[in-house]
């Protein structure tokens, strides 16, 4: 029988098999890192219109309290994380590039863990549009990564019919272990975030989407599951990008999302389990999102785990508490395979990073970007989760032909998954001449 | 005897479907010819074929067409030498237009021997990857990152790498296609009129002390500039000094002299960008030694 679970259990086609790094935090309760005495709270810290500071210089705000508001549907409010007083709003690094401008807030020497803002809400009576309204006050963005304000995802437009609630629970990239935690350890949050976004978002029926190396959480939900919840748990096999939206819906459902598509077109709502797992904590009490979980992990780093981190914490505070060996000098904001390598340790953890990895320098004298010419042997071709031909869309990259990419050869379907560049036995760092090719498009089209 | 028969039949058969189709064919071209001016072949002629788009046209035949049907000088294409432009005009017999020489400039001095590093980069030798990676390894967020996506992408050679990792452009062979403006990711180029001559070679919106840190020739937004010039001529926005060119014939020496760090220049023709008499005098040649940020004591 063994052997036909295997057969059925279900992935999509291409795809990578990384070093996963997972058992080093993956058995890791989650624990909390103290306040950092000063946090650093960018404005911008999802898709879309940047927040509006409801504060100045000066003001004492508690933890829980909004700082700033958000601008419009497409935006989210941000909370004060830690009680204390506003020191400053200026411009601060940020991981992905330009400096954007931040609350500075230093937290009082005795600030309590106790969120003193929120008033409680009853969940059962709200209509769908409450629910979304109240989403939308927490400050909830995707916490998988991408940073979409996850209540935009649960408001359905009309002229889409949508029936299911896909769960991502795959946690595809190597090293981070942040879901699979919560799915252990915040079961029922889980379970109750998922009915509140089944009825704000109008869906029927909710699968929650598990890669196969992380049984203990499948069992722990299928357990606390009632018969009569609408709620299937479902295993698929461990290969990345499973995590990606996109091709999970394709693997639970069959359903293929059309090119340049939302998953609304064929019918599905998707949301990570810790974005679910932090609605159904923050909703019922009426609080905002003031702290996430984050894998600390990398072979540099003393003390691995998941620890339960204030959103503003400066990464030179994070270093002081983990602690790190001396060869640390390549810190990651996110995972290995789609993070990005940060310059500066004033950067902030923001909603959407899920892990820190610290990773030895690489030494000057290794050649890691020594590039070769393309030899053509398919082997990105193969890897392409989304079939497309990274071999042909890099030569045309290097012959810097960006419109050709997106019109002929559907670069825009690129979601720039890093399969290509990994497995490239010439070393060509193709999905960053996709990403050049992407912004220069989006240049041009603005 | 029926095999000769046989080829007879087929090389009649043949030349019958021949002269069928040519005829078709001729008739077709008398029918279906477009009436072109036989001089925009001409044009085209003395046109570039550069096909740079700095006119405003898609390339060189639109252009062409546009000079014909009078919607265009020949002075708007900034390739052509101004006699050749000047040979278009007297052969369709019409003005010349104002010639508009315009050039790119670059909003950044932070040469490798100004300005720090904060980290090292070693992937992709772009600038447009180097920038979505933490904005690159440059200590200012807004510098040139110096890798020298410009210089590839200008089809003119007008565009080189200077020692501190700057691009020079030259401008005699600059037309203004805007190539470089599209690429640089930080927005550093702009296309202006080679009548402006006042120039703020920084777009660092730090504070004072914090641009500083990181650059010895920023503007940290002192508003010495803004004082000293005829008033609206320079706005202090965001710790930058901004000029309004619409004002442009305000615009003088007096500006740049008080300048501490040189980030407001005279463009000269002849000697480059002039500081002004109070900016530090940088004599250094060398890269600055890398000054990337320590991780924490524990």
């Known amino acids: 029988m063994g052997f036909f679970n295997f057969i059925r259990r279900k992935s999509f086609s291409h795809g990578i098999h990384p070093p996963d790094y997972k058992e080093e935090t993956a058995h890791k309760p989650i624990r909390r890192l103290p306040f950092a005495p000063e946090m650093v709270i960018p404005l911008s810290q999802h898709f879309g219109a940047a927040a509006i500071p409801l504060v100045r210089p000066g003001q004492e705000v508690l933890r829980g309290e909004p700082v700033a508001r958000a601008d419009g549907f497409m935006s989210a409010p941000i909370h004060a994380p830690a009680t204390g007083t506003i020191e400053d709003i200026r411009l601060m690094p940020t991981a992905r590039g330009p400096k954007v401008e931040s609350i500075i807030l230093k937290a009082h020497p005795g600030a309590s863990q106790r969120v003193l803002y929120g008033a409680e809400l009853d969940v059962d009576t709200l209509?769908?549009?409450?629910l979304v309204k109240a989403v939308q006050d927490t400050g909830m963005v995707g916490l998988g990564g991408a940073g979409f304000p996850t209540h935009v995802k649960l408001t359905v437009p009309p002229e889409h019919r949508v029936d299911t609630l896909v769960v991502n629970g795959c946690e595809c990239e190597p090293y981070l272990t942040t879901d699979?935690?919560?799915?252990?350890?915040?079961?029922d949050e889980?379970?109750?975030?998922?009915?509140?976004?089944?009825?704000?978002?109008?869906?029927?029926?909710?699968?929650?989407?598990?890669?196969?190396n992380k049984p203990d959480a499948i069992e722990a939900i299928r357990e606390r599951l009632k018969p009569e919840d609408p709620i299937a748990v479902q295993e698929v096999r461990t290969k990345y990008p499973q995590g990606s939206e996109k091709l999970l819906i394709t693997v639970l459902l069959g359903r293929e999302v059309p090119s340049g598509g939302l998953p609304f077109q064929v019918g599905v709502v998707v949301n990570n389990v810790g974005t679910l797992a932090e609605i159904g904590r923050l909703l019922p009490k009426g609080e905002g999102l003031i702290e996430r979980v984050v894998t600390i992990a990398g072979p540099e780093v003393k003390k691995p785990g998941n620890y339960l981190v204030p959103l503003g914490t400066p990464l030179r505070f994070i270093l002081e508490q983990v602690g790190y060996f001396g060869d640390a000098g390549h810190l990651i904001l996110g995972g290995p395979m789609m993070g990005t390598s940060v310059a500066s340790l004033d950067v902030p953890i923001t909603k959407p990073i899920s892990g820190l990895i610290v990773l030895p320098e690489e030494s000057a004298n290794d050649h890691p970007d020594r590039v070769y010419p393309c030899i053509r042997c398919g082997t990105c071709v193969d890897a392409c989760p989304v079939h497309l031909n990274p071999s042909r869309l890099g030569q045309l990259a290097a012959r810097r032909r960006y419109e050709t990419m997106a019109v002929e050869f559907h670069l825009n379907d690129c979601f720039e998954c890093g399969c290509c560049s990994y497995v490239c036995p010439s070393n060509i760092p193709l999905v960053q001449y996709f990403r050049i090719a992407k912004s220069v498009n989006r240049e041009r089209a603005a | 005897m029926a095999s000769v028969m046989h080829i007879a039949i087929a090389g009649t058969f043949m030349a019958g479907l021949g002269v069928a189709l040519a005829s078709v064919l001729a008739i077709a071209n008398r029918r279906l010819q477009v009436e072109e001016d036989p001089r925009l072949d001409d044009i085209e002629e003395m046109l570039p074929n550069a096909n740079c788009g700095a006119c405003g046209n898609p390339g060189c035949r639109p252009f062409a067409e546009a000079l014909l049907a009078g919607t265009a000088e020949p002075a708007k294409c900034t390739v052509n030498p101004v006699e050749v432009n000047q040979a278009i005009a007297d052969f369709l017999g019409i003005d010349l237009g104002t010639p508009d020489k315009r050039v790119a400039r670059l909003a950044c001095a932070g040469g490798s021997h100004v300005a720090y590093t904060r980290a090292r980069y070693r992937g992709l030798k772009s600038c447009r990857a180097a920038s979505v990676v933490s904005g690159g390894g440059k200590g200012c967020s807004w510098g040139c990152l110096g890798l020298a996506d410009c210089e590839a992408v200008c089809d003119f050679d007008a565009i080189q790498m200077d020692q501190h990792g700057l691009p020079v452009v030259d401008v005699d062979k600059c037309t203004a296609c805007g190539d470089c403006v599209d690429i640089c990711p930080k927005e550093l180029f702009s296309v202006e009129p080679i009548s402006h001559r006042l120039w703020i070679a920084c777009k660092n919106r730090d504070m004072a002390d914090e641009g500083e840190a990181h650059c010895e020739v920023v503007c940290n937004g002192c508003g010495r500039c803004s004082a000293d010039s005829p008033e609206g001529l320079i706005a202090m926005e965001d710790n930058l000094a901004v000029i309004d060119y619409e004002k442009n014939d305000l615009t003088s020496k007096v500006a740049i002299e008080r300048c501490p760090t040189g980030a407001i220049v005279w463009l000269d023709d002849v000697k480059g960008a002039i500081k002004g008499a109070k900016a530090r005098r940088v004599t250094r040649k060398q890269p600055l030694p890398e000054r990337v940020e320590p991780l924490p004591r524990l």
């Open chain 1, 127 to 130: 209509s769908a549009e409450e």
């Open chain 1, 180 to 187: 699979h935690r919560i799915m252990l350890e915040h079961t």
């Open chain 1, 190 to 212: 889980l379970i109750r975030g998922i009915r509140i976004a089944l009825r704000a978002s109008g869906t029927r029926q909710a699968v929650i989407g598990i890669e196969d």
